[in-house]
């Protein structure tokens, strides 16, 4: 199953060669709001290089699957990042929050009271 994350390149660690035939890297991103949240990656083998395109205090999108496996009764859970891109830039809205946007003013052919009504306007109703 695979997942998305946004958040801002936080740390950025050395690749290790875990053993002769298997490599892997380590990155945390930070996630803002009230409580900040640092989320570690892993990158592993061929996809250790993926994260070089990027320098801390970069907003990115990491792809990655939840991993976990046991060992001697202990369990460990990796998120197995496989794709990393800049994050789109969110918009920006205008006007304090909570304000919402102006409604256009309606236009001189639109009726705007029941005064500009006739009995043509509601023959064609279903009730």
């Given amino acids: 199953m695979a997942f998305e994350q946004e958040g801002t ?6 690749t290790q060669n875990k053993t002769d035939s298997f490599q892997a890297r380590e ?3 930070k996630l803002d709001g009230n409580y ?5 990656f892993q990158l592993t083998q061929d996809r ?6 990027f320098k801390e205090g970069d907003n990115i999108k990491v ?3 939840l991993r976990g496996r046991e060992w001697n009764e202990k369990y ?3 998120l197995n990042a496989w794709r990393i891109e800049a994050a789109q830039p969110q918009q920006v809205e205008s006007g304090p929050p909570g304000e919402f946007a102006p409604i256009a003013e309606p236009t001189d052919t639109a ?4 005064e500009n009504l006739s009995v043509e306007d ?4 279903p009730f």
Avoid: G, M, W, Y
């Avoid at 009726?111 to 029941?114: D, E, L, Q, W």
């Fill in 9 to 14: 390149l936080h740390k950025v660690f050395e």
């Fill in 27 to 29: 990155f945390v991103i």
């Fill in 36 to 40: 900040p949240q640092f989320i570690k």
């Fill in 48 to 53: 250790c290089d993926l994260i070089n395109n």
């Fill in 63 to 65: 792809s990655f699957d």
């Fill in 76 to 78: 460990f859970t990796n």
């Fill in 111 to 114: 009726k705007t009271s029941s």
């Fill in 122 to 125: 509601f023959e064609d109703l």
